[in-house]
């Protein structure tokens, strides 16, 4: 007889399927079906003074291994108009339950602020990670910075333009390693209305394309897509990204995946959407693999 567990996965799956994870609301079906067991989490750690800059850390409970579990600090998306770290609880879990520490962080989002400063949150949030990694069980060494979709952005920025890790006594030679997820890498002129006005649109500051920056100094990086999304092209971003990193040596991980889109690549962390897209097994791969490897 089917468990009232497995029906619940199945529901949550097809509703998520369906929604496209509109808005994010359907987040919380995934979060109620993550396990608990898995991890311990500390929420609501400031990493700054404001409201929103705090972040929920997931402790593996398992045991660290020699140096400490390795450390992902990731940005969620939402155009830079929306999103908040707690809707993200099932992307911690799902990273803890593989014995990586993760960190999900809250920054500034529009209205409250334009470009460049949730970039000065997001490195801000990175420094803390960067600077806590080992007392909170982490390895200093084995840090990377990830992010889905305007989080990818983000993060990208922050792996590949040295001057907001340097704002906070930091450098991207640091990063074990950049993973990027449906990211946004070279979208002027901006189509999206809601992200128009986060870039002032038309009058766009210089050296906001995150592919500008990509070169030789550039960590190790994972870049994933799905082959149809209708929001982030893959071609002109993935797909370029990881053409100009690999052009100068950088070594690169390029996936894409067939049965998801935009918003369900990411939603593919989540049990009941994981036979989707094996996108947490391969960011974990990633994670795991020696630095000197590429494909």
């Known amino acids: 007889m089917t468990s009232i567990k497995s029906l619940l996965l199945m529901c949550a799956a097809a509703a998520l399927l369906a929604l496209g994870m509109a808005a994010c609301a359907p987040t919380a079906t995934l979060n109620m079906l993550a396990s608990g067991d898995s991890h311990a989490v500390q929420a609501g750690v400031a990493y700054g003074p404001l409201p929103r800059q705090k972040l929920d850390v997931y402790v593996p409970t398992t045991p660290a291994p020699p140096g400490g579990w390795p450390v992902v600090v990731f940005f969620y998306g939402g155009s830079w108009n929306r999103g908040e770290r707690a809707q993200y609880l099932f992307v911690g879990e799902a990273l803890a339950s593989r014995g990586v520490l993760t960190l999900v962080a809250d920054y500034r989002l529009y209205p409250e602020v334009r470009y ?148 369900t690549l990411v939603g593919a962390f989540a049990l009941p959407l994981r036979w989707l897209a094996p996108v947490l097994d391969d960011v974990v791969a990633f994670v795991e693999t020696p630095a000197t490897a590429a494909e």
């Open 116 to 263: 460049p400063e949730f970039l000065r949150d997001s490195a801000t949030a990175l420094a803390y990670g960067l600077d806590q990694a080992a007392a909170l069980g982490g390895n200093r060494k084995r840090v990377f910075v990830m992010g889905h979709s305007a989080g990818a952005y983000n993060a990208a920025m922050l792996a590949l333009d040295g001057r907001w890790l340097s704002a906070v006594g930091h450098k991207p030679e640091e990063l074990a390693g950049f993973i990027g997820l449906a990211g946004p890498y070279d979208f002027l002129p901006i189509i999206n209305p809601d992200v128009k006005p986060v870039f002032f649109h038309p009058d766009y500051p210089p050296g906001t394309q995150p592919l500008a920056y990509a070169g030789a100094a550039a960590p190790r990086s994972f870049l994933g897509a799905a082959n149809e999304d209708k929001l982030v092209n893959p071609e002109r971003n993935t797909e370029a990204m990881a053409a100009k990193l690999k052009a100068t040596g950088v070594p690169v991980v390029l996936r894409r995946y067939a049965r998801v889109n935009h918003v």
